[in-house]
């Protein structure tokens, strides 16, 4: 069992700046994908951003590439995003994935909002 715990939502204006951490436990996080998702009121859950098991890896969505950045602290089993140059249109829960490699074990956080004002 994977329990993530997420933090570091809150209120900022347009151009802003926030970090999202993300704490797994349970299991190291150089077993597990990890990824942010993010569900704005009224839509669907969107893909945001993910980091292989390796470390190696960086994805991220359309909307946020060049403007949000995912990284880990191994030995924290810990993961963060970084998202600059905020708009209105971030506004969202901002949700923690993990996928437990070589199975198709996935586990939640239990969000975090993030408020973007205009």
């Known amino acids: 069992q994977v329990h993530l715990a997420e933090s570091g939502g809150g209120l900022v204006h347009t151009g802003g700046s926030l970090r999202l951490s993300c704490a797994a436990s349970?299991?190291?996080?150089?077993?597990?994908?990890m990824r942010w998702f993010r569900q704005a009121a009224g839509k669907e859950r969107e893909f945001v951003a993910a980091?292989?098991?390796?470390?190696?890896?960086?994805t991220y969505g359309d909307s946020v590439r060049g403007r949000f950045t995912i990284s880990r602290i191994s030995a924290n089993d810990t993961i963060f995003l970084q998202m600059n140059s905020l708009i209105p249109e971030d506004t969202a829960v901002y949700y923690c994935?993990?996928?437990?490699?070589?199975?198709?074990?996935?586990?939640w956080g239990q969000g975090t909002q993030v408020t973007v004002s205009s």
């Open positions: 349970g299991r190291a996080v150089s077993d597990l994908t």
């Open positions: 994935n993990a996928l437990l490699r070589g199975t198709s074990d996935e586990y």
């Open positions: 980091v292989s098991w390796t470390g190696g890896t960086f």
